[in-house]
């Protein structure tokens, strides 16, 4: 349980900085793959946390890299609420990826929403 955490842990800090550049996650399907290898020696799952707008693109090279849990920001449910909060558009990459991660047999997924 440890090692799964701690590796789920550092997986979702990692991913989430490749996401949140230009870099469009490619160095977390490497990581994803490389981690993916550690299955062998008891890693249970991996993990990503995410803002989603990104993820659809990619989603399926992770699954099959070995990503096993998602965990998807949604700030608002509202559009126009959602591009004022995270100043840019991208509310529908966003509900689009959550779809795409729903039509995949992933362990889990998670939306994280906050109520304000």
């Known amino acids: ?22 870099y469009c996650h490619s160095g977390s ?14 890693l249970q799952t991996i993990g990503l946390s995410t803002n989603g707008i990104v993820l659809a693109k990619k989603l399926s090279k992770l699954h ?5 849990n998602i965990n998807i920001s949604l700030d608002t449910l509202i559009p126009a609420k ?25 362990k889990n997924i998670k939306v994280i929403y906050l109520i304000v």
């Open 1 to 22: 349980m440890f090692i799964n955490l701690t590796f789920f842990v550092i997986l979702a800090i990692l991913c989430l900085s490749i996401l949140q550049t230009n």
């Open 64 to 68: 099959q890299a070995g990503l096993d």
């Open 82 to 106: 959602f591009e004022l909060i995270t100043r840019r558009k991208g509310w529908d990459r966003v509900i689009h990826s959550m779809n795409e991660a729903l039509e995949m047999d992933f």
């Open 29 to 42: 399907l490497s990581l994803a793959a490389e981690l993916n290898q550690l299955k062998k020696n008891g």
